[in-house]
């Protein structure tokens, strides 16, 4: 997950400029359980919503899928990642499960081409939006463009979706900016997705970025409630830099049946 590795990646980083300075850094970091939390929060979820499919948008290497499989899911998986080094990764790893399957392409508003800015240090960062002022700071700059296939998943979802009886989707994607684009691009079948996950910046990491809050409004005039929210790095402030957001279609359960308490709160509260 990306949580893990952005800290790491980053704490690492940092140390080599601290040392090249002569100073200490006080790297970024997530919360150690954020990611556990995050797994817990989607089993009860899935078992709510009775998710039988998962959209994996922004796969990169499968480091999602895993994590899914980690995390206790064993339905269907959609995985797609347009960049070819990073889908050849996925691919190898779907291919030992019978249940995930991957595509070479990125989602979107529109069906065209687009230009990937390629982060050469961690592929991670891939984009479709340049490099901001924090990746700078630490590096992570664009070594390349490549254009790469862009759909629209209410176009290809009849086909992912032929040998299922029923549609109970869950939509993530970590496209580094567009998520917005993705979700614009399943406008056709939004009365399948019953819940999604998108990343959230609370900071500039990319130009041109949509405000989180924009993020999060815009989501909610489609009919999407916030489930959760779960940290992915803070900076050396200890500031929330990136969290996943949960999201839940308003009327995917049914009728309200009664409370749930936070994964994270002691038994008895």
């Not at 050849?88 to 070479?104: G, I, K, S």
């Not at 230009?115 to 700078?136: C, I, K, T, W």
Request: aromatic share 8%; net charge negative.
């Amino acid at each position: 997950m990306k949580s893990s590795i952005v800290a790491g990646w980053v704490e690492a980083t940092l140390s080599r400029v601290a040392e090249a300075l002569g100073c200490e850094p006080a790297a970024p970091a997530a919360p150690p359980d954020s990611q556990q939390l995050l797994g817990s929060h989607l089993r009860k979820l899935f078992s709510i919503l009775q998710i039988n499919c998962v959209l994996d948008v922004g796969a990169n290497q499968g480091q999602y899928g895993l994590f899914l499989r980690r995390a206790g899911y064993n339905g269907r998986i959609v995985s797609f990642e347009p960049v070819p080094d990073d889908f050849e990764v996925l691919a190898q790893q779907a291919a030992a499960d019978p249940d995930w399957e991957a595509y070479c392409l990125a989602l979107g508003d529109e069906d065209c081409a687009r230009e990937m800015h390629v982060v050469g240090a961690d592929s991670l960062f891939n984009s479709f939006l340049a490099p901001g002022m924090y990746m700078r700071r630490w590096g992570l700059l664009a070594d390349e463009r490549l254009e790469v296939p862009v759909r629209r998943l209410d176009g290809l979802f009849p086909d992912l979706m032929d040998s299922l009886d029923r549609h109970r989707v869950y939509l993530k994607s970590d496209t580094q900016g567009y998520d917005l684009h993705v979700v614009e691009g399943a406008t056709g079948v939004l009365s399948s997705i019953h819940a999604l996950q998108v990343e959230l910046a609370l900071q500039p990491i990319y130009e041109g970025m949509t405000p989180y809050r924009d993020v999060l409004a815009a989501l909610k005039k489609k009919g999407f409630d916030v489930s959760g929210f779960f940290p992915i790095s803070l900076d050396d402030r200890l500031r929330l830099m990136e969290a996943d957001c949960v999201l839940v279609a308003r009327d995917a359960a049914g009728p309200l049946g009664g409370l749930h308490p936070p994964d994270w709160a002691p038994d008895g509260e």
